[in-house]
């Protein structure tokens, strides 16, 4: 546990042994030791300067600086521009550098700084240089003889052991943890503006502030004024303004406050509606009351008085028929999409809104659940057009900021709607061009994907997606058909086409190596106008000029060469089902087999090497061809068929899903990452809502705080009551806001389907702006289940929180102010710090400047009233304060503790400053000062410690404050 410590001073360095020289600035004896070595005489010690050697080192003192480095100022007390200062206060200002108001002093001299305060009408700091000057009147001047008493040095440390060690290396190392502090003795009056100024606190300084240039050094030793005797113009080295807000420490404002049951003021929480004749054009019910009213609660309510249902006071005929035409008019425009209803021979009236619909995506208010009590109740209809009104007033203002959060969305949706625009022109086009084509043709088209479609088939059944061209590898096509090479060569209208068809009937078509080989079969050239060699070997060299005989040639040659290349391919799978009884060498067609070895023979060669690539180029120069109509089977392989392969490409190639992978790729918006191609528009629109974070009670209560709590403004100041939440009254205003705004959303062109939940908090903030993790009050609206009633889709289950309020001076002058929840302790007191279990508001709402809401998820309605339970009201704690209490009224207990000091108790002299000496028996000695306690005057450590301003804390039983309690 950390703890508070304080020293009257403290110095490090060379100033810690300085001593003051005849001319008044502090001096230093240097001294060193050195240690020689020799080999004949061993190691012995030399001391310099020598002995009876008189140096002195003079040492830089106030005289010689013009001031410090301003950014050493850690904090002031009041701050600068503070406009409620506590009077009761003094004025301080503290260092980062905890030894710099005594750098200049060596340790039998004060401070070389001192804080002064000024009113403002009794002097402000002046521009001159090379510093600000004021002139102190003499009121304003302390008695700098006791100039030590007023600074003092504070560490924070966590263990107790040597602090006087650890403060010392603390300053040393420039520790957070460790500060020095300026106090002004002066005592502050209310309602009063001042200046606080950290001016030299010796001659020595004056002089060089205001001259500009060094001071004569023995003036170091005399105060830079006599108090009281004359006004004095001294430098300024920083300065700040504050002003003192009324009379009135936080104790003093906050014992002030009064426990209030609000079951006992009339009218307290609920609000009367007049409800006789809600439809003006239309007269009441026979038998209706000259008066019939409906009580509506606020969004908090007095704990324990929530009502199930709605009902009128008196009781009337005219509630009975006011729903039965409320349902037909909310019904009304919903029967327009009724198919079976004949179109209206006339415009409608314009009817009231229905609440919710857009949420649950139905027309009529009898539907079911929530959306029914919402819309037939009184008490909810209006608290659902209040925030449907707070839309209409801020219209402009929130369609601002719904535009700043749309400009990534806006882009993100521009790119989908692109994607969906090229999606539909691509499967248009397929559809023009794709659709009809020949399943071969197809195939042999997309040739150029082979290494960027994927496809789910082939030989392994692995059911994952492989390139096209790896699947086509597997089937009997001749190697090196399937590419774009041999589709430009064998394309119609290509060089080989013309060529082939002056030596057949019919052109050769290149489709026909993919339709047999996507079979299973091996053709010896194309089906359409298949050739056969005649095996005449003695014309081998007489066609060399027959352009149809060569291209028809190199047909054979490309399938002969993938025919030779198909047969390592089939050795590999000798072993699979489907390639079992199929031999592995060359083609087994005759006619081919003997034009090899004829072949082979004129040449010399094997009948293998005859089927490569180099001679099947001979070979189209001088081999002759005639038409056959019978293709020319070469052997088997594995087949998958041609519409087989067509269908997956054609599933591959589809524009949408292409799309949607892309953008999905590339975007991130809402809802497009979960769109899938099946869906019926999957790149819809990107529908969106703006995220609105502001706690809607908070504008509740600015704008309409009568509806926020009923009775506020007749609440007495300085009361604390105890209330409860309505979540009922929460829900439907954020349906009837977020209802409202989706509509301005669609007028105003907004990418959304009026179904986002923009303001999803009523109660709790978000939290601070980098760390929004606090979750909102409610889900999005959409997701309600129809059957909860209304009140209980919030993430607290619909449980009312105990909440609070407090109103009173003390929020005005304290809006810090901490409230907690506790379990006191066995003898009902509030637990000391760092004992029990302590829990903070869930949230904190302003109601205005000087009244505050506090609710708490512990304790509950029923811990409370089982008692045990406190509610502990504690002064904000921004820093180190000193001070005393206010004067009490009336008798005083004996002084217990140095704590329960006041103004009354404390040594002022005639000018208005603390004296730190005991005169005329003030302080009193607290009845529990036991010899080791501080002591007034001892030294400024102890001042510090008596004059230390504890935080203040009221506590209130949580079972008196329920009603009746």
């Known amino acids: 546990m950390t703890g508070r410590w304080f020293a009257s001073s403290v110095r490090v360095g060379a100033i810690a042994s300085a001593a003051r020289g005849q001319d008044g600035r502090a001096e230093v004896r240097p001294s060193i030791t050195l240690t020689r070595t020799r080999e004949e005489a061993g190691d012995d010690d030399v001391v310099l300067p020598p002995a009876g050697t008189d140096l002195r080192l003079p040492m830089v003192g106030p005289g010689d600086v013009v001031g410090f480095d301003r950014n050493l100022v850690a904090r002031r007390e009041p701050p600068d521009g503070c406009l409620n200062a506590d009077p009761g206060e003094l004025a301080c200002v503290e260092f980062a550098h905890a030894d710099l108001p005594w750098q200049l002093s060596p340790p039998d001299a004060p401070p070389w700084l001192a804080l002064v305060v000024l009113r403002e009408d009794e002097g402000v700091p002046a521009e001159r240089r090379p510093l600000p000057v004021v002139t102190i009147p003499p009121q304003a001047q302390f008695d700098l003889v006791d100039a030590a008493m007023w600074a003092h040095v ?42 606080a100024c950290v001016v030299p606190a010796t001659a020595a300084g004056r002089e060089a502030g205001v001259r500009g240039r060094p001071a004569d050094p023995r003036l170091a030793a005399q105060p830079a004024w006599t108090a009281g005797a004359v006004p004095v113009e001294v430098p300024v080295y ?47 019910p026979e038998g209706t009351p000259a008066t019939v009213t409906a009580q509506i609660q606020g969004a908090l309510r007095i704990p324990g008085s929530e009502v199930p249902d709605e009902v009128w006071t008196p009781a009337s005929p005219a509630q009975e028929a006011f729903v039965d035409e409320l349902l037909g008019e909310l019904n009304a425009p919903g029967r327009r999409f009724d198919p079976t209803r004949p179109p209206p021979e006339e415009a409608g009236a314009v009817t009231p809104p229905l609440y919710g619909g857009q949420f649950t995506g139905l027309r009529r208010a009898d539907a079911a659940g929530w959306q029914t009590t919402l819309n037939l109740q009184v008490r909810h209809r209006v608290v659902a057009s209040l925030g449907a009104r707070y839309v209409q007033l801020e219209q402009e203002f929130l ?80 190697g090196g058909a399937f590419t774009t090479a041999f589709a430009r060569l ?29 079979n299973g079969d091996r053709l010896l050239g194309p089906p359409a106008s298949s050739t056969e060699a005649t095996g005449d070997t003695s014309t081998l060299g007489t066609r060399q000029t027959d352009p149809a005989g060569a291209a028809a040639a190199g ?59 180099g001679w099947l180029r001979g070979l189209r120069r001088t081999a002759d061809f005639v038409p056959t109509d019978t293709p020319q089977d070469m052997g088997g392989a594995l087949g998958m068929g041609a519409a087989t392969l067509t269908a997956a490409i054609r599933v591959g190639i589809e524009p949408v899903p292409l799309q949607l992978a892309r ?38 209560f600015h704008r309409w705080p009568e509806w926020g709590l009923p009775g506020l403004g007749g609440l007495p100041e300085d009361s604390v009551v105890l209330l409860e939440t309505n979540p009922a009254f929460a829900e439907a205003f954020l349906v009837g806001l977020n209802g409202e705004f989706n509509r301005e959303l669609r007028w105003r062109e907004f990418p959304t389907d009026e179904r986002g939940t923009a303001f999803a908090r009523f109660w709790s903030s ?81 109601a205005d400047e000087s009244t505050s809401l506090y609710a708490f998820e512990t304790p509950t309605r029923e811990q409370a009233a089982a008692g045990g339970w406190l509610f502990v009201i504690r002064e904000p704690m921004h820093g180190t304060r000193f001070g005393f209490d206010d004067e009490a009224s009336g008798p005083r207990p004996p002084l217990a503790l140095w704590s329960d000091l006041t103004w009354a108790d404390v040594p002022v002299d005639g000018r208005g400053f603390l004296v730190p000496r005991s005169v005329g028996g003030r302080p009193p000695t607290p009845e529990r000062e036991n010899g080791t306690d501080p002591a007034w005057g001892r030294d400024a450590a102890d001042i510090a410690r008596i004059a230390f301003q504890r935080p203040f804390q009221l506590a209130y039983r949580a079972e008196e404050m329920l009603p009746g309690g």
């Open 154 to 195: 504070e560490a924070r440390l966590t263990d107790e052991d040597d602090p006087r060690g650890q403060i010392m290396s603390g300053v040393r190392r420039r520790s957070g943890a460790v500060v020095a502090r300026l106090v002004c003795p002066r005592r502050l009056h209310g309602g009063t503006a001042y200046v």
């Open 238 to 284: 920083h300065w700040w303004r504050f002003r003192t807000g009324p009379d009135g420490s936080f104790e003093a404002l906050a014992r002030r406050l009064n426990g209030v049951d609000p079951s006992m003021i009339a009218g307290f929480g609920v609000r009367s509606v007049g409800v006789r004749n809600p439809w003006p054009q239309r007269e009441p």
């Open 399 to 478: 369609m601002a900021r719904a535009w700043e959060q749309a400009g990534p969305i806006r882009e993100a949706a521009r790119l989908v709607a692109a994607a969906e625009l090229a999606a539909e022109c691509g499967r248009r086009a397929q559809d023009k061009h794709l659709a009809t084509m020949d399943q071969v043709a197809l195939a042999a088209l997309s040739a150029p994907l082979g290494s960027t479609l994927s496809i789910a088939l082939g030989l392994e059944d692995t059911r994952e997606p492989r390139p096209l061209g790896d699947v086509v590898g597997e089937t009997a096509v001749p």
């Open 490 to 518: 064998t394309r119609p209208g290509g060089g080989l086409a013309r060529r082939g068809v002056r030596a057949a009937e019919r052109p050769p078509r290149e489709d026909a190596a993919l339709a047999a080989g996507l």
């Open 555 to 613: 047909t054979l040659a490309v399938l002969m060469d993938g025919e030779l290349s198909q047969c390592d391919v089939r050795g590999d799978y000798a072993a699979h089902a489907q390639f079992a009884g199929f031999a592995v060498g060359a083609p087994d067609t005759s006619a081919l087999g003997d034009l090899t070895r004829t072949l082979a023979a004129e040449t010399g060669t094997s009948e293998r090497t005859v089927v490569s690539g």
């Open 663 to 700: 953008v999905q790729d590339t975007l991130s918006a809402p809802g497009l990452q979960d769109a899938a191609a099946p869906d019926p528009r999957p790149l819809r629109p990107i529908m969106t809502h703006p995220s609105f974070d502001v706690p809607m009670a908070a504008e509740l």
């Open 766 to 846: 978000a939290g601070p702006s980098r760390d929004r993790s606090a979750p909102p009050d409610i889900d999005e609206i959409a997701r309600w289940p129809l059957g909860t009633a209304l009140g209980g889709h919030d993430r607290m289950g619909g449980r009312s929180l105990l909440t609070l309020l407090v109103r009173g001076e003390v929020l005005r002058r304290f809006p810090g102010t901490v409230v907690h929840a506790v379990q006191a302790a066995e003898d009902g007191s509030v637990p000391p710090d760092g004992a029990g279990t302590w829990f903070p508001p869930t949230f904190t709402v302003p």
